[in-house]
């Protein structure tokens, strides 16, 4: 079966640039996406890769997609405090149910 | 973008009496999703809408039941509510074969 793993905390000083990774298994997901979870909230998706792509900018994020080893990451650069939270990634097929990490929490010191 | 609203925000009810935890959509996604979040977990699939067609997972409790009576409409009834089911539920909904999934903000289910 599908299985997506995370680390599972990472510490950056404001203003660095912050790098989660994320490794999958399923060699047919068609896409995979971060979602962003705060504290009590549900997820909000932050960006998402098409398998066919190996790198997608949107502002301050950049996802990196290396399809060969399975492995998806996503740069947060000038990291503020308020992207602290829980990043989950997540890999699945175009009107598939999606398969989630068990999410990396992001701390950001002042 | 699309509006999956979900209510309460949170819920408290008590050890084996019946709860309905209600999630509705504004842009006719015909794919609608429960997830279940326990805390520092991942979000695990309870079941999931194609139109009408329901689908369950093979690993979801049978008393965890789901009812969509329109497109817009979805809900999720806990029948006999254990401790162990406390927990963040999360809807989804996603149109067709669009690859994008959106969520609401959860209800944050208690067990008393």
């Known amino acids: 079966g599908e299985d997506v793993e995370q680390s599972l905390f990472l510490s950056v000083r404001e203003g660095d640039s912050s790098v989660i990774n994320c490794t999958y298994t399923?060699?047919?997901?068609?896409?995979l996406y971060w979602y962003k979870q705060e504290p009590g909230a549900g997820l909000q998706l932050l960006t998402y890769?098409?398998?066919?792509?190996d790198m997608k900018q949107d502002q301050r994020l950049t996802v990196l997609l290396n399809k060969k080893d399975k492995h998806l990451s996503l740069r947060i650069a000038d990291t503020q405090t308020g992207d602290s939270a829980i990043y989950f990634c997540?890999?699945?097929?175009?009107?598939?149910?999606?398969?989630f990490g068990g999410g990396t929490r992001v701390l950001v010191k002042p | 973008d699309a509006m999956v609203i979900q209510n309460p925000r949170y819920q408290v009810t008590q050890f084996g009496k019946p709860v309905t935890l209600s999630c509705s959509q504004t842009?006719?996604?015909?794919?609608m999703y429960w997830y279940q979040q326990k805390s520092s977990q991942a979000p695990k699939l309870l079941f999931h809408y194609y139109d009408k067609d329901f689908n369950n997972e093979a690993d979801t409790p049978d008393n965890f039941q789901s009812r969509r009576p329109n497109t817009s409409f979805c809900f999720l009834d806990i029948r006999s509510p254990g401790l162990g089911d406390a927990a963040m539920y999360l809807c989804?909904?996603?149109?067709?074969?669009?690859?994008?999934?959106?969520f609401g903000s959860g209800t944050q289910l208690s067990v008393l």
């Open positions: 890769i098409f398998s066919n792509m």
């Open positions: 989804a909904g996603r149109n067709g074969l669009q690859e994008k999934l959106f």
């Open positions: 399923d060699s047919s997901s068609t896409y």
């Open positions: 842009l006719n996604h015909n794919v």
């Open positions: 997540a890999e699945g097929a175009a009107g598939n149910k999606l398969t």
